[in-house]
């Protein structure tokens, strides 16, 4: 059972990840001198909630073979939209911010399929282009949101470690895993990720999918751009490459393959959960910043699948003669 | 018998070139029906049509009696068309049970995991794969077992046709057996099928009706058992083919450049042997599966199983290295220029030159001139225009690029052998006649050319010495003295042909 278990990369690289960094929160007080909070964990699953839906975003475009670039950009968007529209009516401004994901992802996905147009050129165009029109929108400047409730709203505590916040994040992780996991839908995406060409001989409509599956990561990363300027009570409209980068990070320690056709939304889950607390240890240890960095680096690196190293071993194994009982 | 499914008056062309021309079959309720003909015949032309896979330029197909519009394939699963594709097509990444209801439009859109569990089990255990766990990804599979999974998949469908495109050539005989049985209670329930196969006397065997194409045209139509393997080989060929040129006699002075000994790939190829002489071209006659390209792959260092001693010239190849084959003096020219030949991007200059830059500087810098010189001359050898040197290969024809390709590996003092893959694969006439000449002249210079192809008409052209193969064991072996139905009969009927 244990030997299936870890025969695939996409359920053991996000338990050994996730375990590892439980076990280093866990142990953070050695650090530290003081026992840990309620409120760590509350921190930690707000770090959570501010990278959750653009890992979740990005993840899934992976699991299907393509890499949604643009995710940041969408997220910006998504943040300045919401505070504008939304002064009065934050759920409003959710969901026009939502449904400018949708139309951007759609236009995306449209393109990518029928003009059989490569996704990183793509959404690379867009990231830019989207980075552009939010500083247009804002005049390059950070957009302040005045609506004082909608912001104590997303960030108040439930449930002692929780937040509205985190809880939207952590249902729309296990609304995709049952997605993903559980119907029609989710077995044809992780088709086209694995082999494009027989998913369209199979009789999956693969074109269509695609568009689909832009679309729904627009609308998350747009939610996602949404809610963290409401917690921030400001949009900024350049976020960096920072975002980007730890969503990659949080999405292969989740053990999405890069080769698509591989990937669970619950390895997701763990991967964006050992960066999120990753960079709590880092912050309740009071650690210089750039350690954070190394952590992710180290982490990485010792998580990744390397089947060239598995092949490695099963020769050494095969080598080691077997004793008869 | 009602016709299940009909076609009527069916053309396709690509590019001009008709590859289906005025069609017309029916296929009955619970008949099986063959489709045969030798290679361009446009089989799988009719099979992409009939799958949905593309839209035919003329004709009519019809299912139950009903005009049927085909324009995808989800729209013929619609109609209860279900397919087992020439090449395997499921994904590696998936789970068995995944890869089973991959694209069936019966499958609910929630899965009812314990239903689809049971179901998968049955289907399994039908088509003999009693011991793969629906659970396992498709990856830990065997080929033989993945094109069971997916054999296994386009029967349990609920499909009013079922087409089959080589569904054997890669499964041993229990497999194939157990195929053939399950084929048969899919007919008996009423379901249609097409089955395209080379393996005649599995044809023969299995099916009821045997529609015959030649040249995209159908030949005849007539029941299975009125047919022997030697009259559907005549049908297939019309008039069959005989040699059309001289070829060369052995000449004892020569003596024996490649010594092959028991070579063999587990699962592909078995214990086999050939002393070939330089200066003599020896054709390896095989239909998909036989394993003639499996003697090249492994001669060429490709298959990392392999096993056996092979000389050439009277020094030990090294097998499963690549490079070491290469150093020893073997240069490999696969049936697949676009993903292990050319790069399809650079110029035709770049591609002559790529193999040979050691030769053309000094110090790891090459000299632009030399490579200029280089290239110009292995362009007038292999029969390419001078003006065409600095173009992208991709802007070639299918002949062209073999040129290339070909051309790369000429002129080499290193080059002692030239395997070849299908080298005409996708070539035009005049195309293939200048490739032929180029090999003969390579033959001439004194290199050992040794080739794989389904052809009968290159195999006799250009075959001094032909070897046939089937199902990984060599059948027989002409010195200047074969015909094309012989060798037909070795390619599809195998040792067993009674």
Redesign the interface.
Same mark, same amino acid.
């Given at each position: 059972m244990i030997r299936r278990w870890t025969s695939?990369p996409e359920r053991l690289l996000p338990t050994v990840s996730l375990l590892a960094v439980v076990l280093a929160f866990a142990g953070s007080p050695v650090l530290t001198g003081d026992a840990l909070t309620t409120f760590d964990v509350y921190n930690a699953l707000q770090g959570f909630a501010q990278l959750g839906l653009l890992a979740l975003a990005l993840g899934i475009t992976m699991i299907a073979g393509e890499f949604d670039l643009s995710v940041v950009g969408t997220y910006a968007l998504g943040g300045m939209l919401a505070v504008q529209t939304g002064q009065s009516s934050p759920a409003l401004g959710v969901l026009v911010a939502v449904a400018a994901g949708m139309l951007i992802g759609a236009a995306q996905g449209g393109l990518i399929a029928r003009l059989r147009i490569p996704s990183l050129p793509v959404t690379l165009a867009t990231y830019i282009a989207l980075l552009g029109l939010t500083s247009a929108m804002s005049g390059g400047l950070s957009k302040s949101y005045p609506n004082s409730d909608a912001t104590l709203w997303v960030d108040r505590t439930v449930a002692v470690v929780f937040s509205p916040r985190s809880l939207i994040t952590l249902a729309a992780f296990l609304l995709a895993a049952l997605v993903l996991? =559980?119907?029609?839908?989710g077995?044809?995406l992780? *088709?086209i990720?694995?082999?494009r =060409? *027989?998913?369209? @001989?199979?009789? @999956? =409509?693969v074109d269509r999918t695609v568009v689909g599956l832009f679309t729904v990561s627009g609308a998350l990363a747009a939610l996602g751009g949404a809610l963290l300027s409401y917690s921030y009570a400001s949009a900024n409209p350049d976020p960096g490459l920072q975002p980007l980068i730890l969503a990659a990070v949080a999405a292969l320690l989740g053990g999405v393959?890069l080769a698509?056709?591989?990937g669970l939304p619950l390895g997701l889950l763990c991967g964006t959960l050992s960066v999120a607390l990753l960079a709590q240890i880092v912050t309740t240890a009071a650690l210089p910043d750039y350690t954070t960095q190394l952590l992710y680096a180290a982490l990485l690196l010792g998580a990744i699948d390397a089947p060239g190293l598995r092949a490695a071993i099963g020769r050494l194994r095969a080598r080691v003669p077997v004793r008869s009982s | 018998m009602t016709a299940r499914v009909g076609v009527e008056g069916l053309a396709r062309s690509f590019a001009g070139v008709p590859a289906v021309r005025d069609l017309s079959f029916t296929v009955g309720a619970g008949e099986i029906h063959a489709l045969c003909g030798h290679n361009g015949a446009g089989k799988s032309t009719v099979v992409k049509m009939l799958s949905g896979q593309i839209p035919p330029d003329q004709g009519r197909i019809s299912v139950d009696g009903e005009p049927a519009e085909l324009r995808s394939r989800r729209a013929a699963q619609r109609l209860g068309i279900a397919l087992v594709d020439q090449e395997l097509s499921v994904v590696p990444a998936l789970t068995v049970l995944d890869n089973l209801l991959l694209g069936d439009i019966d499958a609910p859109m929630l899965n009812r995991r314990r239903a689809a569990v049971a179901r998968c089990r049955a289907v399994l255990d039908e088509i003999g794969l009693e011991r793969i766990d629906p659970d396992r990804p498709l990856s830990s599979l065997s080929i033989g077992e993945r094109q069971l999974v997916e054999i296994a998949r386009a029967l349990s469908q609920k499909a009013r046709l079922v087409i089959l495109d080589e569904p054997t050539a890669t499964l041993s005989d229990v497999e194939s057996d157990l195929v053939f049985a399950a084929i048969r209670r899919v007919a008996a329930r009423g379901c249609a099928v097409l089955y395209v196969s080379h393996r005649l006397a599995e044809v023969l065997d299995l099916c009821d009706t045997v529609t015959v194409l030649r040249d995209g045209r159908r030949i005849a139509t007539t029941p299975a058992g009125e047919l022997t393997v030697g009259t559907l080989i005549e049908q297939m060929l019309g008039e069959a083919p005989h040699r059309l040129a001289a070829t060369r006699p052995p000449d004892p002075d020569l003596g024996h450049a490649l010594r092959i000994d028991h070579l063999h790939v587990p699962g592909r190829l078995a214990d086999f042997t050939l002393t070939a002489q330089a200066g003599r071209i020896y054709a390896l006659a095989g239909q998909l599966g036989s394993g003639a390209s499996d003697v090249l792959r492994a001669l060429a260092g490709l298959h990392p199983q392999a096993t056996g001693s092979v000389e050439l010239h009277d020094r030990a190849l090294p097998l499963r290295n690549p490079v070491g084959a290469a150093r020893a003096g073997v240069a490999f020219v696969s049936n697949d220029r676009k993903s292990e030949g050319l790069f399809l991007d650079k110029t035709v200059a770049w591609n002559l030159v790529a193999t040979r830059l050691p030769s053309l500087g000094r110090a790891g810098v090459i000299r632009a001139g030399r490579e200029r010189r280089a290239a110009r001359s292995l362009a007038e050898r292999s029969g390419l225009a001078e003006h065409r040197l600095d173009d992208p290969v991709l802007t070639l024809s299918g002949g062209n690029q073999q040129k290339v390709f070909v051309g790369r590996c000429l002129g080499r003092d290193d080059v002692h052998a030239l395997l070849l893959d299908e080298p005409t694969r996708g070539v035009d006439i005049g195309g293939r006649a200048a490739i032929h000449r180029l090999l003969r002249s390579a033959a001439d210079a004194g290199l050992v050319v040794l080739f794989a192809s389904t052809e009968l008409e290159e195999l006799l052209e250009l075959g001094d010495v032909i070897v046939t193969l089937r199902d990984g064991r060599t059948v027989g072996r002409y010195d200047g003295d074969a015909d094309g139905a012989t060798l037909m009969r070795d390619m599809t009927h195998g040792v067993n042909a009674t």
């Open positions: 695939r996991g =559980r119907t029609r839908l077995r044809e992780r *088709a990720g694995g082999d =060409r *027989a998913s369209r @001989v199979a009789g @999956v =409509r393959s698509g056709g591989r | -």
